[in-house]
């Protein structure tokens, strides 16, 4: 089975990136994971930008990543508004055939997706016809506000911009309800499922410790049934990549594993694999 990783970071050597690689098996680098992925067939990934929006600081190995250019926190000028420059910039990334879309970290942020800042943001998606990914649900920073990140923000502005697509990361976890509504109502929103854990884990017992919570992610994938709209996604380094595959397989029924591990992913973000 070919799989693509449609939601990974990858950061520069220090020494707390390189402690979270190493807590989950892995080693922080492209080297460590062009490896890792040849035997785990995963043939693609993408990379969500973080930090800059300088063009050279987005070189990755072109036959192993795509990336989509991301608007967090570091970018904000004094953490309140964005560079003057904002849209040409985002536009020189959207230019590339490497760029495959752009990443919006709300929560973070703190600013709502129907604040004004981000509508160039929104037509030059349109307009390029690249997504426009987002970070949804529960965030890694309690500075960050979760209010921003609700799948019910996402919402509005899909509702709002029809041309645009994009992407709930996470699937909104934990506000599996309002996700899998989002999903369900807005055609142009797909969603991925990253990030649903976090370290090293025994799948047996997890699946019997928390059998509620896997039953809720399960209740509300097979009650929408979008499996079109739905891309396997890591959020790596935090997890074990051979490990999170099989936490998906469990979740995702095997006759939509096609779809789910590679080929929304490669339609979504335009992956031409």
Known sequence: MKIIDAHLHLFPPSPSTDAMARAVGHENSAGHLRQAYGRLGIVHGVVMGNRSLELDYHTYPADLFHYCIGLDSAL??????????????????LERDACCGVKLYPGYNKLWLSDPVYEP??????????????????????????????PLALDEVAADHRRTRFVMCHFGNPFLD?????????????????????????????????????GLLTTWLTAIGRW??????????????????????????????????????????????
């Open 76 to 93: 904000m000028d004094q953490g309140d508004r964005p560079i003057p420059d904002l849209a040409e910039r985002v536009e020189a990334h």
């Open 121 to 150: 943001v929104y037509e030059l998606a349109a307009r390029y016809d690249k997504p426009v990914a987002v970070h949804m649900g529960l965030t890694s920073m309690a500075r960050a506000h979760l209010k921003y990140c609700h």
């Open 178 to 214: 309002a996700a899998a509504a989002v999903v369900e109502k807005d055609p142009n929103v797909s969603a991925d499922l990253s990030g649903l854990l976090e370290g090293r884990v025994d799948l047996d017992a997890y699946f019997r410790e928390q059998a509620g919570y896997a």
């Open 228 to 273: 079109d709209d739905l891309m396997y996604g890591t959020d790596w380094p935090i997890v074990n990549l051979e490990e999170y595959i099989r936490f998906i397989q469990r979740l995702v029924p095997e006759k939509h594993w096609e779809k789910v591990f590679f080929s929304n992913a490669n339609r979504i973000y335009g992956l031409g694999l």
